[in-house]
């Protein structure tokens, strides 16, 4: 009996970026259409003829609902477009956000709050969806990795640089966005942590200041051990006045060890280097001349997931 093929339900990584994209172009080339069916067209096309941002926004809508070259990868997951058309979203939607916040300000300054209620209400909240739908598409073309972070299969994400570590060849591949930076030799990589902030910004505690020891005294002699007895028996009750004042306060020596402990937990928090350091990938290859103690990237750990990531990468380039 012939089984039926299953049909595969888990998408290619990168499918929902295409399809974000395509869809903010189609719902504002629907807009756009729909607010020239409300006038004359040919005066629409002559208007538009006449004005740059019109033409602007033709040529933005188109690369966003045609998307030349965009093809959703596996390997790929966060960079299904090609880097021009990236960086060419990411300018037309600058241009258009501008444009969009701008018009908007200058019919609010010079129409008033009423009116301007009364206008969105009228475009079903168009004024707001579209500076909206702008932002959206500057979001999604933002500088990011190439992938998440995978420890386990040696991919590491820092910042918009993306690290790929092969432990049976031995080599490392660096990307910078969708840009493939160079393949290195793992053992020639290093990590080296800048603004003074070693492993991910941590910082090791001041020495604790330990009480001087007691040194012994010289044997006392019979005398003065008499005397010492006798003033003990008849000063009891000021012995036990003296044992419960020195009990209520402190020794200085507990004090002056807790400082250090204090000032050092409250170092990070004023230092702002140690809160974000850099860290910096070095190249150190022996056999190329002139490539000694190269910078292969530099980059500034601004969230958890990135020192966590530095911090892995570092141990993965020491065990190779």
Known sequence: MART???PTVTVPG????????AIGLVILARWLHSMAQMNFLTA?????????????????????????????????FHPLPQWLRQALRFFGVLGFLFAIGSIGV?????????????VADTNGWLVAAPALYAAVVWICRPRALWRSNFAARRFAIGRFAVSIDAATRTTVVWRES????????RELSVRWLSGAPQGGAIAPGPALLPAPVQADAPASATDVAETVAASNSSDSTADQGTAQSAAT????ASAAARPDAVGSAAPHGDKPAR????ELLWDSPAAAGHNRQTVFRARLASEGDRTAARALDAALKQV
Do not use: C
């Not at 019919?107 to 206008?119: D, E, L, N, P």
């Not at 974000?276 to 860290?279: A, D, N, Y």
């Open 250 to 253: 402190p020794e200085p020596v």
């Open 276 to 279: 974000r350091p850099k860290i």
């Open 5 to 7: 093929r299953p049909t």
């Open 45 to 77: 096309l002559e208007g538009m003829a006449s004005s740059p941002a019109a033409s602007l926004n033709l040529v933005f809508l188109f690369l966003l609902i045609v998307l030349p070259g965009a093809k959703a990868r596996v390997e790929r997951p």
């Open 15 to 22: 499918a929902g970026t295409l399809f974000a994209l395509r």
């Open 107 to 119: 019919f609010v300054w010079t129409a008033g709050w009423r009116r301007t209620f009364h206008a």
């Open 179 to 186: 840009r493939k930076v160079g393949q290195y030799d793992a």
